[in-house]
């Protein structure tokens, strides 16, 4: 089995094609029985491996090169074949053996096997049936390793092959369409108690995640070149597997994006943009995805690095994609890193304080504590950074909302509203706007004091009336004056609302019944009659 895995590399060039500059062979699509691999990567353009899940690959690229040699050694069947590897051509790899110790070999061959040893790594297997391929995998994952410490002790610039190689390999052993029941279940519910799913073929994907993070990271790497490879196609392949239902690969994933973003300047608006559409689909599509939370990390780090003033770009995704998240039923499964980012937003920009705080009224949960309680918490995050011009545009709507909340029979919306008055900074807010905000909770208050069933939101509300009390006493005796006057004509008004109704019952209890004349039961009349 093992001298299969290897046949497929040579063991030595063909004549005429050691001096020709190797051209980019035609692309095909590699087939795996454990994953799919990419059909191609723009400016990559090399054929790739097969597996047909026994640990053998064969190439399917050809070289289209206009060298007569190479051309008539093609079509001789009994002379020397050209190397139909999955990443390069012959002359690159020629005559190395890629089993060798990068140890052993001199400085200047090393770039060479670390090529050779790239191109053993594109023959993929099943992970699936441990069994299967052992010896074959043992291979594969020790030579990754290999590339791994390689990498991360590079002394030289990678060259452009070795770029391309690299890239092809990470490809076709990352690259792949997830089965539908993937998705059957991700962001199904508010809470998400299911287990995580764990792929069979982590052991090995962490080391080629690894050494796609190390050769990015790389100070070797020439982000000129390697930009070529490292493309939009790439970009938007590798964003696909944020979908992945292992949180290890998404972890991994996020790291990897996080260092392209950096690294590759010129790519930044499309990695921006591709995020966004992620995001759009979630919203106005399928409100399915596993990657929410890892995207909108990587988005948190982005924002702290916009420059101000901000961009029309950068205000659009605060209201058309931050606030809208907060709408989804799975909002707990990525509210942390979206607070994050919002709360980012408005130190970067004070003002926006007003514009976030009207969304988040907007979107405000009606039928869901949970979500209530979390709004109620950012509502806290963002009243800190908020200033006074700000706080005094949204004031009345917000109180009348937080009102609502304290009024929340359910203890945790309560009590978490009543928290508020237990940050100094908000409590300025409120004392300078007493007059106000005052006569919009004191109603609320008076009602816990005297409904609510929770001993310990009717402690909070009375030491919230007492803050009142002592912030203002003058005010607070006039606010509740007219309060209870309120409740009095309220309860006068109720008390003749009742007794019209009881004469008009009377009225049409008195009427004899004719006809089609609708008559009125009472609740007395029916209890007697059931």
């Not at 050691?18 to 980019?24: F, I, K, L």
């Not at 053996?97 to 099943?126: A, I, R, W």
């Not at 452009?160 to 490809?171: D, N, Q």
């Not at 964003?239 to 996080?258: A, V």
Request: glycine share 6%; proline share 6%.
């Amino acid at each position: 089995m093992l001298k299969q895995f290897l046949s497929r590399l040579p063991r030595k060039a063909v004549k005429g094609d050691s001096g020709d500059r190797p051209e980019s062979p035609r692309t095909s699509t590699p087939r795996s029985s454990s994953r799919t691999g990419p059909s191609g990567l723009s400016g990559g353009g090399t054929g790739t491996p097969r597996s047909n899940g026994n640990g053998t690959g064969t190439g399917t690229g050809s070289n289209n090169n206009n060298n007569n040699n190479s051309g008539q050694a093609q079509q001789r069947p009994s002379g020397p074949k050209r190397m139909s590897s999955a990443v390069f051509p012959a002359s690159v790899v020629a005559g190395i053996e890629p089993l060798v110790p990068f140890k052993d070999v001199p400085g200047s061959e090393k770039m060479n096997l670390f090529v050779s040893k790239v191109s053993l790594c594109c023959v993929t297997f099943d992970f699936t049936d441990p069994t299967k391929n052992s010896i074959e995998k043992d291979v594969k994952r020790q030579t990754l390793l290999e590339l791994v410490e390689f990498v991360s002790s590079a002394s030289m610039k990678f060259s452009e092959p070795a770029i391309l190689a690299t890239c092809r390999m990470c490809a076709i052993n990352l690259f792949r369409v997830f089965p539908p029941n993937y998705r059957s279940n991700s962001g199904g519910g508010e809470n998400e108690d299911d287990e995580p799913t764990f792929d069979p073929a982590w052991p090995h994907l962490q080391i080629v995640y690894e050494l796609l993070l190390k050769f990015v990271t790389s100070s070797c790497l020439d982000a000129k070149v390697a930009k070529k490879y490292i493309d939009h196609a790439f970009i938007l392949r590798l964003l696909e597997l944020f979908d992945s239902e292992d949180p290890r690969e998404r972890d991994c994933l996020k790291t990897i994006l996080h260092r392209i973003y950096g690294k590759f300047m010129v790519h930044r608006p499309f990695i921006r943009k591709s995020i966004n559409n992620i995001f759009y689909k979630f919203l106005f599509e399928t409100e399915r995805h596993n990657g929410i939370a890892e995207l909108l990390e990587i988005f948190g780090s982005i924002i702290s690095g916009f420059a101000l003033p901000l961009k029309e770009e950068h205000r659009i995704f605060l209201w058309r994609v931050l606030i809208p998240l907060h709408k989804p039923k799975n909002l707990g499964s990525y509210f942390q890193q979206l607070s994050y980012c919002v709360t980012q937003f408005i130190e970067k920009e004070p003002k926006l304080a007003s514009v976030v705080i009207k969304g988040l009224l907007k979107y405000w949960p009606i039928t869901s504590s949970q979500k209530e309680v979390m709004f109620l918490g950012e509502l806290e995050e963002i009243l800190e950074a908020v200033n006074m011009v700000e706080f005094q545009k949204v004031m009345v709507p917000l109180f009348c909302r937080i009102a609502s909340c304290i009024n929340s029979f359910h203890f945790q919306v309560s009590e978490r509203a009543l928290f508020f008055w237990n940050n100094d900074h908000i409590v300025n807010l409120i004392a300078h706007n007493r007059q106000v905000i005052l006569p919009i909770i004191l109603p609320a208050l008076e009602k816990n004091a005297n409904n609510h069933w929770n001993q310990a939101v009717l402690n909070l509300t009375l030491n919230v009336r007492k803050m009142f009390v002592e912030m203002d006493d003058q005010l607070f005796l006039s606010i509740h004056a007219q309060y209870m006057e309120e409740e009095a004509k309220q309860s006068s008004e109720a008390k003749k609302r009742k007794e019209a109704w009881e004469q008009l019952e009377k009225a049409a209890s008195l009427q004899p019944v004719t006809g089609n004349t609708a008559v009125l039961v009472t609740p007395l009349a029916t209890s007697i009659a059931c």
